[in-house]
């Protein structure tokens, strides 16, 4: 038998085993009715034949060059298939579900007339997970009661599935602002139509507007996946009204849960996405405020992805959608886990979960103290780098996610689970690293997740000083007091050292986001223009600059990505005058069918030579009208005058515009760096503030590294 190669389909999420040339015997070429060869070809449609979950997987048989597929004979660990293959003779292939697979390495065996064989392995895992996250975390309450699932099956959080029927009204809406649907129960799906039923055409088509949901656990995280269906006349599965896409949303946040979270079967129906015909998939995990942990969350878009394959079949290509963290997780996951999603649509954008929100709480809590009371707002902001208020939202919102004890953050039912230094130092601990505790690694002196923030060399508030917004002494007394968090969180004079393990594994791993993997996705950054709404959104623009340098610093190109803005909403909850949405998901279909239709292997120039000609930047004025502008750093352009852009801390504090560096390199301290003078005891002043250096953010920063592999196992 020839040798056995491995390769990955890009573009379908298939994966496939290429046997050759079967090197057959005559007997077995004889009774193929061809010459001395015959091939045959083993793909698993469903996943990477190493990352089988749930003990089946879509295989497909085909064969070729006289070997004919009808006469092929399967068998699983040495025993008959439990259901077998459907035999196509148009396309001479067998292809369906292998189901029974063992935990572990089983075995695909294809048998020629002649008795000669093929072996294929599938190594499966469960469906509780985990494949490449490493060990679950503990502890983890269910909420599969909450999200009517019923009472969970076991430790694992699993519930049976669940099928219910919704239907679209042509009646009023229910409830008001964002919460307002026309969706309704379909109690009796084989049942007399009801009189509001709306209709949705597909593919030219009008086909009645009643959607299926499907509901169960996958990686012990609730999920809901959404697809036309009328029972009336569709074969179970039979989907007539489904678009062969598929899209999955992203929830925000960047949370520190030790729960399964919850969803309502109503939060996976989306007009948007459902009344084009869409397949519509979310999941609890998929949410970065449970456990923002991309590697766990690229996991389940796996697993997640491998079940709808198996029961739906391979879609014609597979969208994200979402903001915030959702943008995080589209972004972030296809760099670690490229395949899975074809396309994405990056809303209110950051680069990853891994921005430096420490520093808005240091900043806090130094004007708090007496020397930083008598800061003006106008000095803050030149400092923040953000409009007004901004700062404090992100104090608010994430910096107490590098809080140990903050109980609320851990969001388990008995805080007494929770860690406190003194009562419980074994406790849980509601910190980021924590749960990235199988990618950082635990600091054996403490038994704590290692963590990577670092603040050692930073001038804060080195751009406000050089552009004369703050005095020199005033630049000397923030740096001198600024301090940092200790182990805990809590604050402490001494700056915070970043631990090189977990920096390394921060930016081996791909949780910090270098982008090397995202030149062959389309990408349609947009927002609403949040950066001078009151009191302060921690959204600003800037982000998809950020995302822009650095793909351009790792592939050499941005010509893949589209960056969007228009005017917020007037009213929060209300719509604004410009939705983006449905504008990014046709642009993004247009381009992902006209890539769909190439033949040609996946490339970046593949990617930009679909790109259709309105996928570029532009901005909507306040009154709705469309600029085709690129989006750049100039104050001067019109875009900027009419959204202005802003900065944060370590831009600031001279930080390069891709700001990827967790832990700077370090320089001696040279007053000619300055464009303000220091008298001789300021420089003292300066050189005792920074004994080792300060930042050099000209070289790489400590541990800085591209993504060491995808697919990691932890």
Avoid at 239 to 266: H, I, M, P
Avoid at 415 to 443: A, F, H
């Amino acid at each position: 038998m020839s040798q056995l190669r491995i390769r990955m389909l890009a573009g379908c999420g298939a994966f496939a085993l290429a046997i050759g040339s079967l090197a057959v015997a005559p007997a077995l070429s004889q009774s193929a009715g061809a010459g001395a060869h015959g091939k045959v070809e083993v793909k698993i449609l469903s996943s990477r034949y190493d990352l089988v979950s749930g003990g089946d997987a879509l295989v497909e048989v085909k064969a070729s060059e006289g070997a004919r597929a009808s006469e092929l004979k399967l068998s699983l660990n040495g025993r008959q298939l439990l259901t077998p293959l459907e035999f196509d003779a148009a396309t001479n292939t067998l292809r369906g579900l292998v189901t029974g697979l063992d935990i572990g390495a089983n075995w695909l065996q294809v048998r020629g007339p002649a008795g000669y064989s093929v072996s294929q392995p599938l190594v499966n895992h469960p469906i509780t997970g985990p494949i490449l996250s490493g060990p679950h975390m503990t502890p983890y309450e269910c909420r599969t009661e909450q999200s009517g699932l019923g009472p969970a099956t076991d430790a694992n959080c699993s519930a049976p599935t669940k099928y219910e029927w919704f239907y679209k009204s042509t009646g009023p809406a229910i409830g008001t602002g964002v919460a307002a649907t026309q969706f309704k129960p379909l109690a009796n799906p084989k049942g007399a139509r009801p009189a509001d039923l709306a209709t949705t055409t597909i593919d030219g088509i009008n086909v009645p507007y009643i959607v299926r949901v499907e509901s169960g656990v996958i990686n012990r995280a609730i999920y809901r996946l959404a697809v036309l269906d009328d029972p009336a006349t569709d074969a179970f599965g039979a989907n007539e009204g489904w678009n062969k896409r598929l899209a999955v949303t992203f929830g925000g946040g960047c949370g520190t849960q030790y729960n399964q979270g919850s969803n309502g079967v109503q939060s996976i129906l989306s007009d948007l996405y459902l009344a084009r015909g869409f397949a519509y998939l979310n999941s609890t995990e998929l949410v970065n405020q449970q456990h923002c942990n991309q590697v766990l969350q690229g996991e389940t878009l796996m697993m997640l992805k491998e079940h709808f394959v198996e029961k739906y079949g391979v879609p014609k290509w597979t969208v994200g959608t979402g903001g915030s963290g959702g943008a995080i997780q589209q972004m972030v996951i296809t760099q670690m886990y490229p395949g899975l999603l074809d396309g994405l649509q990056p809303s209110l954008s950051f680069p990853d979960s891994s921005m430096q929100t420490a520093d808005c709480g240091l900043l806090q809590n130094f004007w708090r103290t007496r020397d930083g009371k008598a800061w003006s707002e106008r000095k803050k902001d030149a400092v923040a780098g953000y409009s007004n208020g901004t700062c404090g939202s992100w104090e608010r919102s994430f910096v107490r996610t590098i809080q140990a004890g903050f109980a609320e953050g851990c969001a388990v039912s008995d805080k007494s689970l929770v860690y406190d230094p003194n009562k419980n130092p074994k406790g849980i601990r509601c910190t980021t690293q924590e749960m990235r505790v199988n990618i950082y690694g635990k600091d054996p002196a403490t038994g704590f997740a290692r963590r990577p923030i670092d603040n050692i060399g930073i001038q804060y508030g080195l751009k406000a000083l050089n552009d004369k917004d703050i005095s020199v002494d005033e630049f000397l007394t923030l740096n001198e007091k600024i301090g940092g968090n200790d182990i805990d969180g809590a604050f402490v004079a001494k700056r915070t050292v970043g631990d090189e393990t977990a920096i390394k594994a921060i930016y081996a791993s791909g949780t910090f986001n270098t982008y090397l993997h995202l030149d062959t996705v389309p990408i349609i950054n947009y927002r609403g223009y949040t950066d001078t709404t009151t009191p302060g959104d921690i959204h600003d623009r800037h982000r998809d600059l950020t995302i822009r340098a650095r793909l351009e610093k790792a592939t050499g190109s941005s010509a893949n990505q589209v960056i969007w803005v228009a005017d917020r909403a007037p009213v929060q909850g209300q719509p604004a005058k410009v939705n983006l949405a449905p504008i990014a998901l046709d642009a993004i279909t247009k381009w992902l069918d006209s890539m769909a239709a190439d033949p040609a292997p996946l490339t970046p120039a593949k990617v930009v030579k679909h790109k259709p000609a309105d996928a570029v930047d532009a901005y909507w004025t306040p009154d709705g009208q469309r600029v085709n502008e690129v989006a750049s750093w100039d104050p001067d352009t019109s875009w900027n005058k009419t959204y202005p852009i802003h900065l944060e801390p370590r831009l600031i504090a001279g930080a390069p515009i891709t700001n990827d560096i967790m832990k700077c390199a370090l320089k001696p301290v040279n007053v000619a760096d300055y464009s303000v003078g220091f008298s001789k005891s300021q420089q003292a002043r300066l050189k005792k503030i920074f004994p080792g250096g300060v930042c050099d953010w000209s070289k790489p920063g400590v541990g800085y590294s591209t993504i060491k592999g995808t697919y990691q196992r932890y």
